[in-house]
C-alpha cells in the first residue's frame, strides 16, 4: 500500500493523559499535514512541514500541541495533558512538491487517527 | 463568517439522479479548488482539483469554479448507492499550503 498511514486508528484515553499520533506520508511527498476534525465539520488545519522544517502552525495548535517531523520522513502529533476538547479525528495528509503523474500536487489524506477523551 | 460555506444536508436523491452539490467562499485570493469525498469514519478521498475558473470533467464527476461569483461546483452523474457518503470541498491560496475545508454536505442515494 503507497498511500498515506496512521498509527494508531483509534486510541482511548483518560483526560490528563498524553497521546502521540504517527503518520507516515506517501513515498517522496516532501510536504506533511495535520488536520483536525470533528463530528459534522470539515477538517481544520493544524500545522504542516516542509521536509523537517515546520513551516506553519494554526493557532488552533494550543502549547499543548506538539508536531515534528525530525527526518523528513514521518511525522507525530503529541497533544500532551489531554482534555475532553481535544477529542476529535486527527487527520494527517501529504503532498508532492510538483505535480505527480494525476497532474496534481495537492494533499492526499491518511484515514486518520479517532481520538476519544474520557 | 466562515471562509467556506457548505450546506451540511442530507441531500437525498434516487439511483440515478444528477447530485449537485456546491460551495461558497469569501477570499478572492484562493485559486486552488478541490473535491472530496468522505465515506463515514474513513479519512477523505480526493475526486477532483481544479485552477482557476472553469470546468473538469473526470467520468461521472465534474466540477465548475466561478471565481467572479466566488461559487464552485460539483455535479455527479448516473448517482449510484456507493456515492452516498459526505462531500467536502476545499479551497487554497496556493497548491501546497493549508486548505479550507467546507462543513461537508451529506448525500445519500437511495436504490
Known amino acids: 500500500d503507497t498511500g498515506v498511514s496512521q498509527d494508531p486508528r483509534h486510541k482511548i484515553t483518560k483526560r490528563g493523559q498524553n497521546v502521540t499520533f504517527r503518520c507516515d506520508p506517501i513515498s517522496e511527498h516532501n510536504r506533511l499535514y495535520w488536520y483536525r476534525q470533528t463530528l459534522g465539520q470539515g477538517p481544520e488545519f493544524l500545522t504542516y512541514f516542509q521536509n523537517e522544517a515546520q513551516l506553519e502552525k494554526s493557532r488552533l495548535l494550543s502549547d499543548r500541541f506538539s508536531a515534528e517531523r525530525p527526518k523528513g520522513s514521518f511525522s507525530t502529533l503529541e497533544i500532551q495533558r489531554t482534555e475532553q476538547g481535544d477529542s476529535a479525528m486527527y487527520l494527517c495528509a501529504s503532498s508532492p512538491q510538483f505535480r505527480d503523474r494525476e497532474g496534481t500536487d495537492t494533499q492526499y489524506f491518511g484515514p486518520g487517527t479517532r481520538l476519544t477523551v474520557l | 463568517q466562515k471562509e467556506v460555506e457548505q450546506d451540511p444536508g442530507p441531500l437525498s436523491v434516487p439511483e440515478g439522479a444528477i447530485v449537485s452539490l456546491n460551495c461558497t467562499y469569501s477570499?478572492?485570493?484562493?485559486?486552488?479548488f478541490m473535491w472530496y469525498r468522505q465515506y463515514s469514519r474513513k479519512g477523505p478521498e480526493l475526486l477532483m482539483y481544479t485552477y482557476s475558473s472553469g470546468n473538469k470533467e473526470d467520468g461521472r464527476f465534474t466540477a465548475q469554479v466561478d471565481k467572479s461569483s466566488k461559487y464552485i461546483s460539483l455535479f455527479i452523474r448516473d448517482s449510484q448507492p456507493s456515492d452516498s457518503a459526505t462531500y467536502l470541498c476545499a479551497v487554497s491560496t496556493d497548491s501546497w499550503g493549508k486548505f479550507q475545508f467546507g462543513a461537508g454536505t451529506q448525500v445519500v442515494v437511495t436504490p
Open positions: 477570499n478572492s485570493a484562493f485559486q486552488y
